[in-house]
């Protein structure tokens, strides 16, 4: 998966991949992700993502082209459709952060309030998200937390996967913004013109199969998706609460505990996301965000 073109030459790193005791997640120690990898590193990251969903590269030191650089070796990063909160300079890269500077924010104050998964409102989602800590509120303030989509499926009763067997459901960007124009007030009321040059709904399955693991996910969740097609409301309500519930249990969830230098990526097929909006200013939270787009629509 990783561009292994003059891969082969370079020396491997000593590097350990440290399991989260949580069943989700491992930390990657030791490796440096300015440097080239060789095709065995490559390799065994590759390898660790599709176990674990979540990878923490510890005590990076990266620029914001060493950030692009890195996300490009696992496929076409993703511009956001939002545009305002793009790194000047950099398009590729989305600013996630509560600083405001000459009375205007710097990022996105709201991203995470919702469990969700990144960019699910487009036809091709995100196959992973590549997040780089540079300031942070302090210790065990602002955590991500993730949930695995493949763990909850996997204990369903089998007639409610057989319920949810070939189901699609819609997801919606415009949903999503206005729940959260109207609930936090950080966002602009848009007119209908204005939500126009935002994408229309996006249709996938309820229960989609990992493109790599073949293993079956939850792709739902309560930032995006508004319904299940082809069912009464009052039927599409009481599945997607209990899917949210499913995927939403503690005993579901690792809960990163940020540091400087952390790059995280996770798997937007295989887990599901939530900030931790404990902190605030003039506590400073500043992360910048990439996301891979996935090479096939969801199936
Ligand atoms: C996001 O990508 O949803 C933001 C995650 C974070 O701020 O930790």
Redesign the pocket.
């Known amino acids: 998966m990783l561009d292994t073109v003059t891969a082969q030459a370079l020396e491997n790193q000593a590097f350990e991949i440290k399991p989260s005791p949580s069943g989700i997640g491992a930390e990657v120690i030791g490796i440096d992700l300015s440097k080239p990898l060789s095709d065995q590193d490559s390799k065994r990251i590759s390898d660790a993502f599709n176990d674990h969903s979540v990878l923490v590269y510890r005590a990076q030191h990266l620029t914001p082209e060493q950030h692009i650089a890195f996300s490009r070796r696992w496929g076409t990063v993703q511009v956001n459709v939002r545009g305002e909160f793009n790194k000047p300079g950099y398009p590729e890269i989305y600013i ?1 952060s509560n600083v405001i500077e000459n009375g205007k924010p710097i990022g996105s104050q709201d ?2 309030r919702y469990w ?1 998964t ?1 960019i699910c409102y487009l036809p091709k989602p995100t196959k992973c ?1 590549l ?1 780089y800590a540079h300031e942070l509120p302090g210790q065990g303030l ?1 955590d ?1 937390m993730f949930a695995s989509n493949i763990h909850p499926y996997e204990k369903l009763p089998e007639r409610v996967k057989q319920r949810l067997a070939g189901k699609t459901a819609a997801n919606s960007y415009r949903y999503m913004y206005d729940r959260k124009a109207a609930e936090f007030g950080l966002r602009p009321k848009l007119s209908q013109q204005e939500m126009k040059k935002y994408p229309d709904d996006a249709i996938h399955p309820v229960i989609r199969t990992h493109p790599e693991t073949a293993r079956k996910c939850i792709f739902v969740c309560e930032g995006y998706t508004t319904h299940i097609l082809g069912m009464p409301n009052e039927e599409s309500d009481e599945l997607l609460g209990m899917l949210f519930e499913a995927v939403q249990q503690p005993g579901n969830v690792y809960r990163h505990k940020w540091q400087l230098g952390d790059l995280l990526q996770w798997d937007n097929c295989a887990v599901q ?1 939530k ?1 931790s909006f404990d902190y605030q200013l003039p506590l400073r ?1 500043r ?1 910048e ?1 990439t996301t891979v787009e996935a090479k096939d629509v969801p199936y």
């Open positions: 996630v991203a995470g969700h990144d998200s997040l602002g991500t996301h900030v939270r992360l965000r």
